[in-house]
């Protein structure tokens, strides 16, 4: 059973391309409207419709091309002017526990809900966007500078995912019952001044193509359980959760989550209080962690062994990722949207045959759910599904009243995050807090839907169906009373929900951002790619 998903890795590529092996372009600009983005391998497909949760971009076309799934992600930003605040941190953490497995009406699971969440962290990197600059001093606001002279930024995802469905690298659980972890780091090889990508050929050798990513495990030892570089990254060794070096965590569990810098680059440590154990991993180059060479001509891929720093001192407004949809530096993030149901799977293809979604609103399968799985293939609850993107139709379960409400029969606790803390002891509490969320990016016509990114005409909080209706729901953010006040997303939970912020409208108000115009030369246009409400305060500070 465990070996069985993993052939999905092999067929996405000719799933999301038709088919088109081997083709190769000039640049990812070449594709026209309608075409799909010639990448050659699976590993390259892996942001775009597959295994991994990717940061979203705010161009994907010129990434991209024509085909890219969209990343539907309610966010919470932290702010402090305090030195450090920008590279080391420690979050406190209660993991979610499922209901029973077996299935009953109405009941769900995390894995439903979201393929991960994860805590964030702008990082250094000088061959990612905007590759105008050789140099980035870590952990200095030296780097808040033009657009036009910013140096090259990559973006850090702690990554936590669910357990219970179909194994990594296909999908993404690790285990059964357990939770584990992944420190991952999303570059994008792009100049958007010239108007130049990575040369294809070496877009179709590394993991997220454009969009390069370096992935690892938490372990036990701190080791690596296969080289973590986008070049070097096989799914067989670095992405198999099942090695016994991989740091498990059990449902329910509390979590010291630490990050901080060191001089062989970002070191993340999970600390289980219950258990007692520890998992790591360290953005090393003696760990395997790579920049890959930005070469936009020719067909050379070379991956640079790098320490990875963070990028900033602080975190303000300022000391953003000038290549994300979403604003942020210091975050935490629910990835949504990517799970529906599906009566019928062709495996040969993973594709969904039958009809997508849930028990009284089921319709044919239109063609953004794969890659599908039948529930053979899950490690224990036993559902079809699909991992697709939702957009434009937004009505698979993560926007479904099936998040944490208090009824843990039918439906998982929710995730119990601190705000993080900062300071030599990480004693010194984040100031402020924002809500964000990235629907106008993920409702925008390229996408499918009808949000005007330039004016908000169309631009919804809450993202509409295949009927074009408001979803039937969207998760919120809440925060719990008493004197150990943690954050959570989901619906309202009695006894536990202390301010929910109004709900959905907490996502406030369109909030446009500057950004480099591709092949502009360094001029800048203003897109809206988010929600976002400044709270003023930090209001879970405990």
């Known amino acids: 059973m465990r070996g069985r998903p993993w052939r999905w890795l092999i067929l996405s590529v000719a799933i999301v391309t038709g088919g088109a092996l081997g083709a190769t372009a000039a640049s990812a600009g070449t594709a026209a409207p309608g075409e799909t983005y010639p990448y050659s391998s699976a590993k390259s497909q892996a942001c775009i419709k597959g295994p991994l949760m990717c940061t979203e971009v705010q161009d994907y076309y010129h990434a991209f091309g024509h085909v890219y799934v969209g990343h539907d992600e309610p966010s919470v930003l932290y702010y402090s002017n305090v030195p450090g605040a920008g590279n080391r941190n420690q979050w406190q953490l209660t993991l979610p526990t499922d209901p029973p497995p077996n299935v009953v009406f109405g009941r769900s699971w995390m894995f439903q809900l979201t393929p991960a969440f994860w805590f964030g962290m702008a990082m250094c990197d000088t061959q990612s966007y905007p590759e105008v600059t050789s140099t980035c001093t870590p952990d200095s606001d030296s780097n808040i500078k033009p657009l036009a002279q910013h140096p090259g930024t990559a973006f850090m995802e702690l990554q936590f995912y669910p357990p219970g469905w179909v194994p990594q690298f296909a999908s993404q659980s690790c285990d059964a019952h357990d939770w584990c972890a992944a420190l991952t780091i999303d570059s994008l090889s792009e100049d958007p001044i010239h108007g130049t990508t990575l040369n294809p050929t070496c877009t179709g050798q590394i993991l997220g193509g454009t969009e390069y990513v370096n992935f690892a495990f938490l372990t036990k030892s701190g080791t690596p359980v296969g080289p973590p570089n986008p070049l070097d990254f096989d799914p067989a060794t670095s992405g198999n959760p099942f090695q016994p070096d991989v740091f498990l965590m059990h449902q329910g569990d509390h979590i010291a989550v630490t990050m901080h810098d060191t001089a062989s680059g970002l070191r993340t440590v999970l600390t289980d209080t219950t258990t007692g154990t520890t998992g790591s991993m360290t953005a090393s180059a003696a760990n395997g962690f790579g920049q890959i060479n930005f070469a936009p001509t020719g067909t050379s891929c070379t991956a640079i062994p790098s320490n990875f720093h963070p990028m900033y001192s602080t975190s303000s407004p300022a000391t953003r990722v000038p290549w994300t949809a979403h604003s942020y530096n210091i975050a935490f993030d629910q990835e949504i949207g990517h799970f529906d149901y599906c009566t019928r ?152 929900t202390a301010n929910d912020f109004g709900g959905v409208s907490q996502y406030g108000t369109l909030f446009p951002q500057t950004y480099l115009i591709f092949g502009g030369g360094g001029t800048t246009h203003s897109i809206i790619d988010v929600f976002q409400n400044q709270l003023g305060t930090n209001p879970c500070r405990a």
Request: charged letters at 15%.
């Open 345 to 496: 799977v062709n495996v040969p293809n993973f594709t969904c045959n039958g009809l997508e979604g849930v028990t009284g609103d089921q319709r044919p399968a239109d063609g953004d759910e794969a890659p599908c799985f039948p529930a053979a293939d899950s490690l224990l609850v036993q559902v079809n599904g699909c991992n697709g993107t939702n957009a434009p139709g937004f009505d698979g379960t993560s926007y479904q009243p099936d998040y944490p409400d208090g009824n843990t029969f039918l439906h998982p606790t929710p995730e119990l995050f601190s705000s993080p803390r900062t300071g030599a002891l990480f004693t010194t509490n984040y100031s402020t807090a924002a809500i964000e969320g990235d629907q106008p990016r993920i409702e925008a016509p390229d996408f499918g839907g009808s949000c005007n990114r330039t004016t908000g005409a169309g631009c919804t909080i809450v993202p509409p169906t295949d009927d074009h209706q408001p979803a039937t729901f969207y998760p919120f953010f809440s925060i719990t009373g008493g004197s150990s006040c943690r954050w959570f997303l989901g619906n309202t939970v009695p006894g536990l």
